[in-house]
T-cell receptor, first 113, second 116 residues
Framework: NAGVTQTPKFRVLKTGQSMTLLCAQD?????MYWYRQDPGMGLRLIHY???????AKGEVPDGYNVSRLKKQNFLLGLESAAPSQTSVYFC????????????FGDGTRLSIL | DAKTTQPNSMESNEEEPVHLPCNHS???????IHWYRQLPSQGPEYVIH???SNVNNRMASLAIAEDRKSSTLILHRATLRDAAVYYC?????????????????FGKGTLLTVNP
């Protein structure tokens, strides 16, 4: 079972460049999430989606955009990358936000120079 | 926001039981207690969750205090593959009160070292 797959696994960008991180899940989950993890700060929620065609802001949404055109995919975009966005990005999915387990991908390590 | 308190680190020996404590004194009556773990260079992995009663699954057991202000994750026989950061989490509401969506707030967790 693939579960949650994130693409790419690593990327280096220059300040001002744009890119899109792709998250794909094959578990037919309604809910999907994007988190970032920085040293000593735990995971913080960037954006999330409660279903196809819907997105909403999390704790730290500034500088990011998302889209959920298909149920199985959740895209995270950086329009103009900044060094402060250097982080490890994790995607997750779940059946609901209530008390269902979240399933995580292995992360995308992004460096902004 | 509901919060949890965990020790920064713990150490165990291989094949011995491990008890990972968590305090959550501000827990509400409807909050489930969730445990996740994160192995090096991997995403978090669900371990177990529970409300009031003790819970068991193939990975671990969760013992919840009667007043629900603390809980303990029990790994019955630690292996080297159990070395990870363990997170005890209560869900937080996303956005304004009255909403229906929740998120898991990951703190710093407990770094478990397993000695061979």
């Amino acid at each position: 079972n693939a579960g949650v797959t994130q693409t790419p696994k690593f990327r280096v960008l220059k300040t001002g460049q744009s890119m899109t991180l792709l998250c794909a899940q094959d578990m037919n989950h309604e809910y999907m999430y994007w988190y970032r993890q920085d040293p000593g700060m735990g995971l913080r929620l960037i954006h999330y989606s409660v279903g196809e065609g819907t997105t909403a802001k999390g704790e730290v949404p500034d500088g990011y955009n998302v889209s959920r055109l298909k149920k199985q995919n959740f895209l995270l975009g950086l329009e103009s990358a900044a060094p402060s966005q250097t982080s490890v990005y994790f995607c997750a999915s779940s059946y609901s936000t209530a008390n269902q387990p979240q399933h995580f991908g292995d992360g995308t390590r992004l460096s902004i120079l | 926001d509901a919060k949890t308190t965990q020790p920064n680190s713990m150490e165990s020996n291989e094949e011995e039981p491990v008890h990972l404590p968590c305090n959550h004194s501000t827990i509400s009556g409807t909050d489930y207690i969730h445990w996740y773990r994160q192995l090096p260079s991997q995403g978090p992995e669900y371990v177990i969750h529970g409300l009031t009663s003790n819970v068991n699954n193939r990975m671990a057991s969760l013992a919840i205090a009667e007043d629900r202000k603390s809980s303990t994750l029990i790994l019955h026989r630690a292996t080297l593959r159990d070395a990870a950061v363990y997170y005890c989490i209560l869900r937080d509401m996303i956005g304004k009160r009255g909403g229906s969506n929740y998120k898991l707030t990951f703190g710093k967790g407990t770094l478990l070292t397993v000695n061979p």
